[in-house]
């Protein structure tokens, strides 16, 4: 029996690229020489395989993070006859090289390869953060905003984990460089006032605060406690809110003035939001105000 394979894309955008990888081997044996054509960050979500590169055997699975590098030869056999479902993520250039320099400043100098790791541990906390975005993916729940950010989040922490695993840390910021920090962030957050309603993505918004989408990324976390994504989808369900209260009749129009693209993401973001439908929202009394407050407070 042939070896069988399957690759599909869950989100294609202008910094980051992330499909969906799965093998069944015919044999466990190793397979024949294979190179990327792209580097890439593989994790792991069932199976195992190793990777032969370099004169090493790097076993992974859902333990592991695997860097492939462009043009760079390696084999791959199956330890087990299940063989592997991966997620596949491919950063742009420059944002790699940026977020690899957070820990290796050296990084900057080959831009080529910024970093040179085969492998790297996964933290339990960066598996969770993977299987959430892709099943958000597959089920059409994230945004593109949302899905840039996430993975941010999620790579930042893969490489980190990776520098610290090789003795590297972060080096400390300056006072200055926080509230240059403060004004972008703050910079931000005024044009996410002004376009709450249009389709933002991540890279739109760096431009316009002089930024960088991963720098931009990262301490506008720091600063505010949240990603832009979930900031951004907060003012948009205030707004609505305030329609509603106002007593506007038709929910599909609300929906689509705050930057939803139907009724039912709408509501579904709603009711996580406040607890409530938009239409139960707009039918509730003051005693049930009330009450839910009290819920809250509880």
Not at 83 to 108: I, K, S
Not at 186 to 194: G, S
């Amino acid at each position: 029996m042939a070896e069988q394979t399957r690759w599909r894309q869950l989100v294609q955008t202008p910094l980051v690229s992330i499909g969906d990888y799965r093998c069944r081997p015919a044999d466990l044996g190793r397979g024949p020489v294979e190179t990327s054509t792209t580097g890439s960050i593989v994790l792991l979500r069932s199976g195992a395989f190793v990777k032969h590169v370099r004169g090493e055997e790097v076993v992974a699975d859902v333990n592991h993070v695997v860097f492939f590098y462009p043009d760079e030869p390696y084999h791959v056999s199956h330890p087990v006859a299940c063989g592997d479902e991966c997620t596949v993520f491919r950063l742009r250039a420059d944002v790699l090289t940026e977020m690899a320099a957070a820990c290796d400043p050296a990084a900057v100098e080959r831009p080529e390869r910024p970093i040179d790791y085969t492998h790297a541990p996964s933290a339990p906390r960066s598996y969770m953060l993977h299987r959430l975005l892709v099943h958000g993916l597959q089920t059409a729940h994230l945004t593109e905003l949302a899905s840039e950010e996430i993975s941010l989040v999620l790579l930042e922490g893969v490489l980190n984990e990776a520098h610290r695993s090789h003795g590297l840390t972060p080096p400390r910021r300056r006072a200055d460089t926080s509230r240059a920090h403060r004004e972008q962030v703050d910079a931000a957050i005024v044009m996410l006032c002004r376009r709450f309603r249009e389709r933002v993505t991540l890279d739109d918004l760096a431009t316009q605060v002089h930024s960088s989408p991963f720098h931009l990324s990262r301490i506008f976390r720091r600063q505010t406690g949240q990603p832009m994504h979930a900031y951004l989808n907060r003012l948009r369900l205030r707004h609505a809110l305030d329609m509603l209260l106002d007593d506007e009749p038709n929910l599909t129009h609300v929906a689509l003035a705050c930057g939803y693209y139907d009724h039912g993401h709408f509501s579904n973001a709603f009711r996580r939001e406040f607890g409530l439908t938009p239409s139960h929202c707009r039918r509730a009394d003051l005693r049930e105000f009330v009450q839910m407050s009290k819920t809250f407070q509880a």
